[in-house]
């Protein structure tokens, strides 16, 4: 997720079958840490943090066994992450999010000033504070029962569009770790984005694809992106996908 972000009458055009880069992502913080956010990223992030060396037994990650194991990719301010691992206490949640000021905004949701090392935190969400790609390329076969990906940064411009999540070399590395009738749940209020994912999966096999609400369907908690995307009078698209038989 990210701040707003115009992207209209930008070139869509689905690039070759060519793997995205590295880094999917820009500058990692806004502006200078103020001190509470800092102790949160020194002393409560890792605290939450999600043990890469679990990669393979994600389920083992959380403090109680879980039923489902989900995965939301760029949480932004963390409002989704956290009123989904509050509304769903049995299901294992990983929230990732490169951005310091974005995790920094979910933490100091988490604890109270003075409780940075010792309040309690959820038991079944853990943070992923680097690039989701390698923890999804590490994951076991059909080990996710639901993915998130909600008001991503667009990279309107075509020459940006490797950077995306949704690209068609990513799509089968997703489809791999999804269990069959597993949902992706995406959302955007960008134009190019908007019509870069309808292309993407037009192009594809592996998710069956039913049109996209125009409104925010039921369970799908509100983000502060989604406000700021209403309040300028954008009209988000809503697309949950799932998973075809293998």
Same mark, same amino acid.
Request: charged share 25%; aromatic share 8%.
């Given at each position: 997720?990210?701040?707003?972000? @115009?992207?209209?009458?930008?070139?869509? $055009?689905?690039?070759?079958?060519?793997?995205?880069?590295?880094?999917?992502?820009? $500058?990692?913080? &806004?502006?200078?840490?103020?001190? $509470?956010?800092?102790?949160?990223?020194?002393?409560?992030?890792?605290?939450?943090?999600?043990?890469?060396?679990?990669?393979?037994?994600?389920?083992?990650?959380?403090?109680?066994?879980?039923?489902? %194991?989900?995965?939301?990719?760029?949480?932004? *301010? *963390?409002?989704? #992450?956290?009123?989904?691992?509050?509304?769903? @206490?049995?299901?294992?949640?990983?929230?990732?999010?490169?951005?310091?000021?974005?995790?920094? &905004?979910?933490?100091?949701?988490?604890?109270?000033? *003075?409780?940075?090392?010792?309040?309690?935190?959820? +038991?079944?969400? $853990?943070?992923?504070?680097?690039?989701?790609?390698?923890?999804?390329? =590490?994951?076991?076969?059909? &080990?996710?029962?639901?993915?998130?990906?909600?008001? !991503? =940064?667009?990279?309107?411009?075509?020459?940006?569009?490797?950077?995306? %999540?949704?690209?068609? #070399?990513?799509?089968?590395?997703?489809?791999?770790?999804?269990?069959? #009738?597993?949902?992706?749940?995406?959302? &955007? =209020?960008? @134009?190019?984005?908007?019509?870069?994912?309808?292309?993407?999966?037009? *192009?594809? +096999?592996?998710?069956?694809?039913?049109?996209?609400?125009?409104?925010?369907?039921?369970?799908? !908690?509100?983000?502060?992106?989604?406000?700021? +995307?209403?309040?300028?009078?954008?009209?988000?698209?809503?697309?949950?996908?799932?998973?075809?038989?293998?």
């Amino acid at each position: 997720m990210g701040a707003d972000r @115009p992207g209209a009458g930008a070139e869509v $055009r689905v690039q070759p079958l060519k793997p995205p880069p590295d880094r999917l992502y820009g $500058r990692q913080r &806004s502006h200078p840490l103020r001190p $509470r956010q800092q102790l949160l990223l020194d002393v409560t992030l890792p605290r939450m943090r999600f043990d890469a060396a679990l990669a393979t037994d994600p389920r083992a990650a959380f403090a109680r066994p879980v039923r489902e %194991f989900w995965l939301e990719v760029g949480f932004g *301010g *963390g409002e989704h #992450a956290l009123a989904q691992a509050a509304a769903n @206490p049995d299901v294992g949640l990983i929230g990732a999010e490169v951005f310091e000021n974005g995790l920094c &905004s979910l933490l100091s949701r988490v604890v109270p000033e *003075g409780g940075e090392a010792t309040a309690p935190v959820p +038991a079944n969400l $853990r943070l992923w504070d680097a690039d989701a790609r390698p923890l999804i390329r =590490d994951l076991p076969d059909a &080990s996710l029962d639901r993915l998130f990906l909600l008001f !991503p =940064d667009p990279w309107p411009k075509s020459r940006h569009a490797k950077r995306r %999540f949704v690209h068609p #070399a990513f799509l089968p590395e997703v489809a791999r770790v999804l269990r069959p #009738a597993a949902e992706w749940r995406i959302a &955007s =209020d960008d @134009p190019t984005y908007q019509a870069w994912v309808a292309e993407v999966l037009a *192009g594809q +096999a592996f998710f069956a694809v039913p049109p996209p609400a125009t409104a925010r369907p039921a369970g799908w !908690p509100p983000t502060r992106y989604e406000a700021k +995307a209403l309040a300028a009078g954008r009209v988000p698209l809503y697309w949950a996908v799932s998973r075809r038989p293998a």
